[in-house]
């Protein structure tokens, strides 16, 4: 089993930024690929960002791309999600997901593990 705990989230005003972070254990880390969701009260879990296995491939929601950077730190087994310009239909619950050798899919059911989530709130 791997487990995924997400860290970072919190209450910001529009136009805010702030780092999620994943950390992972349990399993090899560097042979995931890490997918970032969230899901708003009412809506289904869409995908928000994705990087691959090997860390060199990215990928991005349109609603969010230009916003938002995912990054992967092997060492230290974790993934992170910069969000900048921050807005309020960016309030939603995070959560980050594993794919053994993926490419950072938008597809959620490619990925066999998921953190608990994190709570985002974007307020004007």
């Known amino acids: 089993q791997m487990q995924l705990v997400e860290s970072g989230g919190g209450s910001v005003q529009v136009g805010g930024s702030l780092r999620l972070s994943c950390a992972a254990s349990?399993?090899?880390?560097?042979?995931?690929?890490m997918g970032w969701f969230r899901q708003a009260p009412g809506k289904e879990r869409e995908f928000v960002a994705g990087?691959?296995?090997?860390?060199?491939?990215?990928d991005y929601a349109d609603s969010v791309k230009g916003r938002v950077t995912t990054t992967r730190d092997n060492a230290k087994n974790t993934v992170y999600l910069q969000m900048n310009s921050l807005k309020p239909e960016d309030t939603a619950v995070y959560y980050c997901?594993?794919?053994?050798?993926?490419?950072?899919?938008?597809?959620?059911?490619?990925?066999?593990?998921w953190g608990q989530g994190t709570q985002v709130t974007v307020s004007s």
């Open positions: 997901a594993a794919d053994r050798y993926g490419l950072g899919s938008s597809d959620k059911y490619k990925y066999d593990y």
């Open positions: 990087i691959s296995w090997i860390g060199t491939t990215t």
């Open positions: 349990g399993h090899t880390f560097s042979t995931y690929a």
